[in-house]
């Protein structure tokens, strides 16, 4: 068990997705994420401990190689998607509650802005560190963060932006979210936003990168 759990690992960190994937070519023919994590419940192991000594660590040392500028976009979307052929298979574990989720975290890129690159990544690694993803796309308005955020009660909020003519919006999601519950965390990202500008609209957060969202949000599920 301890071997399969160790494959699924470097599959995902390396972004194999199933055994037709050319990617990575070290990988080339042998089992991806999708095929590991069968065998991996075929066996009998805990579905848990997939997530947390697979999958989890894996997204990991993903997020700090990105942050360090070790690799790029590209190979991190590739082991997000072999991420995301094993949560294919392990999301009815979170519905049964045989898999704990640490929160559910809302995210959507705001209003006038239609990028969602960097809000998928984000969306991505946040899921593959444990917990549930609410994805509200682009172009996300105060109205419907708030409405998610009462199908979700108690759930850490997310906003993306790619320009500097739509991260103004966040200011006003910010207020409207505070002012129907002000204990609710907002986490803020995006290229043209800086902690500077997450301070000054009322946000709690502001990460440069997706390792540095899922680092704050293990911190409040701690």
Not at 39 to 62: C, F, S, T, W, Y
Not at 93 to 108: E, V
Request: with cysteine; proline share 5%; hydrophobic share 45%.
């Amino acid at each position: 068990m301890n071997e399969i759990i160790e494959k699924l690992l470097e599959a995902v960190e390396f972004g194999k997705i199933d055994q037709k994937s050319p990617y990575p070519p070290q990988l080339r023919g042998m089992d991806g994420s999708h095929e590991l994590t069968q065998q991996a419940l075929a066996a009998g192991v805990d579905p848990q401990r997939i997530l947390e000594d697979a999958l989890i660590p894996a997204m990991g040392n993903v997020g700090k190689k990105f942050a360090e500028n070790k690799i790029f976009v590209p190979q991190m979307l590739m082991s997000a998607k072999a991420m995301g052929a094993s949560m294919v298979q392990l999301k009815p574990f979170f519905a049964s509650g045989a898999i704990k989720s640490k929160g559910t975290f809302i995210i959507g890129t705001v209003k006038g802005d239609l990028h969602d690159i960097g809000k998928n990544l984000v969306a991505m690694m946040v899921e593959g560190g444990g917990w549930t993803i609410v994805d509200l796309g682009v172009d996300v308005g105060s109205e419907r963060f708030i409405e998610a955020l009462k199908s979700n009660p108690g759930a850490v909020v997310g906003l993306s932006a790619l320009l500097t003519t739509t991260m103004v919006n966040m200011g006003d999601i910010v207020a409207g979210i505070k002012a129907c519950d002000p204990a609710t965390k907002v986490l803020i990202g995006g290229a043209p936003v800086n902690a500077d500008f997450c301070r000054s609209i009322g946000a709690d957060f502001y990460a440069p990168d997706p390792q540095n969202a899922v680092e704050y949000l293990n911190k409040l599920a701690s």
